[in-house]
Nanobody, 117 residues
């Protein structure tokens, strides 16, 4: 069982930056694939970025060059640094942990990011 708690969302002006954090507890963190997804009302949840220990990260085309995902296995935490934010980045951002052994997915409660002037 994995528990995920996100933090760091908020209101930011276009062009600004935010860093999201996701603290994990309850299981062995390092071998989980960690990621961030986002969702806006009326739309499907969208993959933003994923990272595996020792493997290059993957990003959605819409955030490449602006967002950076990273993980600190010693702190059981994954981060999403978001720069050059645009209004279309406005969404609820969810942290996700995927267990490659049994295929289980775990989700955080979500954190709101609003990009507006």
């Amino acid at each position: 069982q994995v528990q995920l708690v996100e933090s760091g969302g908020g209101l930011v002006q276009p062009g600004g930056s935010l860093r999201l954090s996701c603290a994990a507890s309850g299981s062995i963190f390092s071998f989980y694939t960690m990621g961030w997804q986002r969702q806006t009302p009326g739309k499907q949840r969208e993959l933003v970025a994923t990272v595996r220990t020792g493997v290059s990260a993957n990003y959605a085309d819409s955030v490449k060059g602006r967002f950076t995902i990273s993980r600190d296995n010693a702190k059981n935490t994954v981060y999403l640094q978001m720069n050059s934010l645009k209004p279309e980045d406005t969404a609820v951002y969810y942290c996700n942990a995927w267990n490659p052994i049994d295929g289980r997915n775990y989700w955080g409660q979500g954190t709101q990011v609003t990009v507006s002037s």
